[in-house]
């Protein structure tokens, strides 16, 4: 109908019948893409008038995501190719020149822009998802099985794209890809190994985003950032990234630790080294002068009875200097850091703590303070250690205690005078 209109209205120029057919198939082509430019304008314009002022001023916040992708312009291209395609055959002829390999054309471009449109859906739908359950999220994330839905959607549309430009059924093009399934295996095997230990680490709950994880194989010691198909990223404590591989946290062991995290505090392991030539028993003017101490004053009324009733029924002599029972400086001192972690208000009650003696050494024998910080931020847990230590070293020296360690250049200088 247009083809006819359009060749009876150059008639009247009586031009010859080549150049009549070129005219017609320009003019054609010209209204089909202004027609296609027209509409695509008043879609945008209604866009940018109603649906942005509508996003404005809605209370809800999921379609302000799917605006700030650029989803809505998606969509106006996907239409604009629709109109194009059907008014297609109004204004052309099969027998107009390169109508058919245009019309295929337009065909690959519809499926790349549909195939990019759905994608953004995905990522609106991924960040929807992160907005709505963010605690869900980290602990289950989407990502990556949308990114495998990606891969899937491209592989379609490129396999749509090519069969509308060489003109072939997809069927007739896969049977004949038969013979390049194991160069699309080799191809694909880092997605497909990603998707196979997204769906372990998920399903099992070994990662989620924000937990803090050690992965020494490959220099991780931070937060999870980030858990897609392929790749966990992994912020650093000095704020450094780095990527590693989904599979490498399934088939390679990594420390998680969110059970820190979620515990009640987080532990503090701390040993002192003693000279064991300082141990020795108290004297009772010592023990005297250490039960003033409010911090041991019940322990030691209560040990000082336990040992003279001990003593006592087993006829011991205090003058005996090895058979009775007695204080030692050094269990005196442990019992002392007891009270002392007791009464810390930084220290967990709830948790397990103790002051434990460790295997002697050649460096003396260890004292070791096992407790948990209730706070579990890392510059307080820090603060917290390094008060105990100040303290319990500060204190040694009321036990007659000496903490061991290695002769220095100072050390023999004074070994030299002293000489």
Do not use: C
Not at 71 to 87: C, D, E, T
Not at 172 to 187: H, K, N, R, Y
Not at 224 to 245: A, C, F, G, K, Y
């Amino acid at each position: 109908m247009f083809y006819n209109f359009i060749q009876e209205k150059i008639a009247i120029f009586q031009v010859s019948e080549e150049w009549q057919s070129i005219i017609i198939v320009l003019i054609s082509y010209f209204v089909l893409f202004l027609l296609t430019f027209i509409f695509k304008q008043i879609l945008s314009l209604f866009n940018k008038l109603v649906v942005s002022k509508a996003i404005k001023k809605s209370k809800i916040t999921w379609d302000d995501i799917i605006w700030d992708l650029g989803i809505f312009k998606q969509v106006i291209l996907v239409a604009s190719f629709i109109f194009i395609l059907s008014l297609y055959p109004v204004f052309i002829l099969d027998e107009f020149l390169a109508a058919s390999f245009i019309k295929r054309l337009i065909v690959a471009f519809f499926y790349f822009t549909a195939a990019k449109t759905i994608a953004l859906f995905l990522d609106a739908i991924n960040e929807i998802y992160k907005q709505f359950r963010p605690e869900l999220a980290k602990r289950k994330p989407i990502k990556g099985y949308l990114q495998m839905v990606k891969i899937f959607l491209y592989i379609v549309a490129v396999i749509l794209i090519i069969t509308s430009l060489i003109d072939v059924s997809p069927l007739g093009l896969l049977s004949g890809l038969g013979a390049l399934s194991a160069v699309l295996m080799l191809v694909f095997k880092d997605p497909i190994m990603g998707f196979v230990s997204s769906l372990q680490l998920t399903g099992n709950d070994l990662v989620r985003i924000g937990d803090w994880v050690e992965i020494p194989k490959y220099g991780a010691d931070g937060a999870v950032l980030d858990i897609n198909l392929q790749t966990i990223r992994v912020q650093n404590w000095d704020m450094s990234i780095t990527s590693v591989p989904v599979y490498a946290l399934v088939s390679d062991s990594f420390k998680n630790w969110r059970g820190m995290s979620e515990s009640a505090g987080r532990r503090v392991k701390k040993s002192i080294y003693i000279d064991m030539k300082t141990v020795r028993f108290l004297s009772e003017e010592e023990l005297d002068r250490l039960e003033k101490l409010p911090r041991l004053k019940d322990y030691l009324q209560e040990k000082r009875s336990e040992i003279k009733a001990y003593n006592a029924k087993l006829n011991l002599s205090s003058e005996d200097e090895i058979t009775p029972r007695k204080l030692t400086n050094l269990g005196t001192f442990r019992a002392y850091i007891v009270e002392y972690l007791k009464e810390h208000p930084l220290v967990s009650k709830t948790l397990t703590f103790m002051v434990r003696y460790l295997d002697p050494t050649s460096k003396g024998i260890p004292v070791e303070l096992y407790f948990f910080s209730a706070n579990k931020n890392w510059v307080p847990y820090e603060g917290l250690q390094s008060d105990v230590l100040d303290h319990v070293l500060s204190v040694m020296h009321f036990f007659d205690l000496a903490v061991f360690q290695d002769l220095t250049g100072e050390d023999f200088k004074q070994g030299k005078k002293n000489s």
